[in-house]
Structures are given as C-alpha cells and as structure tokens.
C-alpha cells in the first residue's frame, strides 16, 4: 500500500471521531461572560449586600452564563474614577453618589438639591415615576452610562457638637457639607458656615473644634462614631439619600435582547431589596444612637424651606433645573 493511499476502514473512522467531536463541542455550554461590578464601600454595607443581591439575582436569571465579580472598598478607585471607567467602557457596574459626578453629568445635579421630597413615600412615586424616567434618559444621554435602578432611602440630619433647640443654633455653625452650590446656598442661608472636609477628616475635626457639624444619615454617624464627639442630631430630614445603580452602554448594547432583560430584572428586584434594607438600617441605628446617649431635637422643616427657597430658587434656575425640580416637586 502506497503512503498516500487511506484504507476506507481508517477514514470511516476518522469520520467518526470527527463526528463525535462536533457534538461534544456542540453540547459543551458557552463559556461564562464575567462582568465587573465597583462600588466604594466596605463589605458589611447596604451598598455590598445591595450588590451581592444583583449579582446573585442575575446569575440565577441567566443561568451562569452572566456572572458578576464584586469589588468593594474602593479597589477600583473613587466612585468618580469607577464611573468615568465606566464611560469610558472600562467597567461593567457601580453603584454611584449622584453628587459625586456633576462634572460629568449636569441631570445629577438635581439630587443635591436640599428639601426636595415632602417625606419617603413622594421619594418613591419620583424615583419610580416620570421623574426617575427622565433623569435616567438624560443621564445616560450626557455620560453614556446607563441608569438601572435607583437605591438609597435614608435620612439625611443634622450632626452637632451642641444643642439644637431652634434654628437660632445654626446661627455661625461651621457645618462640614458637600461642595455642591445648592447644598451650600441653601445652608448658608439657614445661618451656618459651610466647610469643605475630607469625610476621613470629620471626627478629628470636631473633636478639634475646626467643625461643628456636619449632615449625615443614622447609619453613617453610627459607623462613623461621629455621635461620640458630636451628640446632638436634629432631625432636618433634608434630603433623603438616592444611589445609582448604574451599566455603561458599552457593556449594555453588548449584551442579547434577553441578557439585557435579565439584567433590567435583576436590577428592579436588588432595588427592592436595597430601598427596604436601608431604610431598616436607617431606623435601627437611629435606636442604637439614642441608646448611646445620643439628643435627637426636632426642627421646624417647613420654616427651613421657606428661608432657603428664594437663595435656592435662583441657584435652581442658574443651573438650569427648573423643569426638573418642578417635575419633582409636583409628583403626587
């Protein structure tokens, strides 16, 4: 037998061994796509367990073949250094301070804007009504990072070395706030100082006097132990905090039309589960600084709104959030 001549026996056998490598590859499952999912806050937060719940909720929606990697604490850098990876389509998922990024979209700025919800429940309708819809679409259409679900719900207040019996005693208060011109207008004009500090700088500077205060919600002065130096808390219920579950668009049109309603499913359901744990966390810690010998003093909300809405008014029409904050204002 001639070397290039193949018996038929050894092709038929060939053609089998083919054959079946074709079907086992066939039959083999895609290999997982692995996403990555940022946020900028430690592991026992609202933050990862809200995130572990996406992540668990999406896997199971698409049977493994999206699987989600978690990276906590900052790992990937600053929620304004994770969300511009994410414009840039670097990264997958984040969780994000609206605040944090008015530089790279003007929509977010809206969230800054102290007294903007009568209570909890006109927060929801918002968020999950044509308010949320539209802030969503133009944050996406200014940043190119797509709005998924809103978390959040706790309480801002007021955190004070001393007394608060009137809002004479805001009167020349050096209060620590976000460098937001709406946040700063506003507190201004209720008689405080407003002061820019490093959050890992607050405690140290009250301690030391260069601050009086500062606005926080319970859980956050309960972590922070700012109640320690800081024992008095009115309750302003100024804002009510709103964090953003958020995908780049790079990431979302790679995805199938049923990966992305996978996604989309997951999202609303982690936003239940995110909303309901803060807002527990929210009260339990206010239990565990009043048993801490922590003062909570009310305040006179509705006076606080109308000092600040002249100042306030104007910063909302410079700014070019008048529709907005109308639209909000007038959710039922």
Same mark, same amino acid.
């Given at each position: 037998m001639r070397f290039h001549e193949v018996p038929r026996y050894l092709s038929g056998w060939r053609l089998i061994v083919a054959t079946g490598l074709l079907?086992?590859?066939?039959?083999?499952?895609?290999?997982?796509?692995?996403?990555i999912f940022g946020h900028g806050a430690t592991e026992d937060t609202a933050y990862h367990l809200s995130a572990e719940r996406f992540k668990q909720?999406?896997?199971?929606k698409t049977d493994g073949e999206l699987?989600?990697?978690?990276?906590?604490?900052?790992?990937?850098g600053h929620e304004t250094e994770m969300f511009e990876q994410q414009t840039a389509g670097a990264l997958d998922f984040s969780i994000i301070n609206p605040g944090l990024i008015s530089?790279?979209?003007? +929509?977010? $700025?809206?969230?800054?804007?102290?007294? %903007?919800?009568?209570d909890l429940d006109h927060w929801r309708h918002v968020l999950d009504g044509e308010a949320g819809q539209e802030i969503a679409q133009r944050i996406e259409a200014e940043t190119g990072v797509k709005v998924l679900a809103y978390y959040g719900g706790s309480t801002r207040q007021i955190v004070s070395t001393r007394p608060l019996e009137t809002l004479d005693d805001l009167e020349g208060m050096k209060l620590r706030t976000n460098p937001t011109r709406p946040v700063i207008t506003a507190w201004a004009a209720l008689g405080t100082q407003p002061t820019v500090m490093a959050y890992k700088e607050i405690y140290t500077g009250l301690q030391l006097g260069a601050i009086d205060g500062l606005l926080n919600e319970a859980e956050w002065i309960y972590?922070?132990?700012?109640?320690?130096?800081?024992?008095?808390?009115?309750?302003?219920?100024?804002?009510?905090?709103?964090?953003?579950? +958020?995908? $780049?668009?790079?990431?979302?049109?790679? %995805?199938?039309?049923?990966?992305?309603q996978a996604v989309q499913a997951a999202a609303d359901e982690s936003e239940q589960y995110a909303r309901?744990?803060?807002?527990?966390?929210?009260?339990?810690?206010?239990?565990k600084l009043k048993a801490e010998g922590a003062t909570f003093y009310p305040?006179?909300?509705?006076?606080?709104?109308?000092?600040?809405?002249?100042?306030?008014?104007?910063?909302?029409?410079?700014m070019g959030l008048r529709d907005l904050y109308e639209l909000i204002i007038n959710t039922q």
């Open positions: 079907f086992a590859a066939l039959a083999t499952p895609a290999e997982a796509r692995e996403l909720l999406l896997e199971e699987t989600v990697n978690l990276y906590s604490n900052s790992v990937l530089e790279f979209s003007h +929509t977010a $700025s809206i969230f800054s804007i102290p007294f %903007l919800y009568r972590r922070m132990r700012f109640h320690e130096v800081a024992p008095h808390i009115g309750l302003s219920e100024h804002d009510i905090t709103v964090r953003l579950l +958020t995908i $780049s668009d790079d990431t979302w049109e790679s %995805l199938t039309p049923s990966e992305q309901n744990l803060q807002i527990r966390l929210d009260k339990e810690s206010r239990d305040m006179d909300r509705e006076r606080m709104q109308q000092i600040v809405a002249g100042p306030l008014g104007q910063v909302i029409d410079d």
